[in-house]
């Protein structure tokens, strides 16, 4: 075989994987682009789910402080309707937070902030109190989240809030149906 035809055969082996090569490294990038903008889309889907759920902390937090301190039935109900509004806000902006555990405890928190556990003898002062802690505790924990830290601890007062569901029942069996006594 004559020198300048083996010469051309390399030639055009080597343009042959010099075009296979760009053509992989093309679709490489491409894919890294894909899942770096799939990655920065989910992370702005969860920084607009925590700043709704930090504003509706802050809704909770002010009906909290209001309280249904009328004496009509009515005010009450739709007090607590509102509440339990909260609390069901809470569960679903929740569910687009990428962290189960910070999922979990704002659930429980939302709980804890809307309902009391069987046979609950604390005051309508107190109630309010104890879901006004569990609010905090799920603003520090959003916080922890946009800054991108672990989260904190439980403070000692959340902690006895929630001591006083029984361990290992589910909650849905401590739903409290009528007003706490004063």
Known sequence: MDSSVLGALI????????????????V????????????????SEAIQAAQHLLTELLA???L??????TASEEERSEYQRIRLHHHATVQLHSQWLPDAELRAR?????????????GD???????????????????ACLGAFLRSESLPR?????????????????????????????
């Open 11 to 26: 030639g055009l082996a080597g343009v042959g994987a010099g075009a296979g090569a760009a053509f992989c490294g093309v």
């Open 28 to 43: 490489y990038q491409q894919r890294h682009t894909t899942h770096a903008a799939s990655l920065a889309q989910q992370r």
């Open 60 to 62: 909770l937090q002010q």
């Open 64 to 69: 909290l402080r209001r309280g249904a301190h």
């Open 106 to 118: 704002l659930t429980s928190n939302a709980l804890y902030a809307s309902i009391g556990p069987q």
């Open 121 to 139: 003898q604390r005051s309508t002062s107190e109630v309010r109190s104890d879901a006004m802690l569990a609010c905090a505790d799920s603003v």
């Open 154 to 182: 439980r403070s000692p007062e959340v902690e006895a809030v929630i001591s006083r569901w029984p361990e290992g029942k589910d909650f849905h069996s401590y739903i409290v149906t009528g007003p706490p006594t004063e």
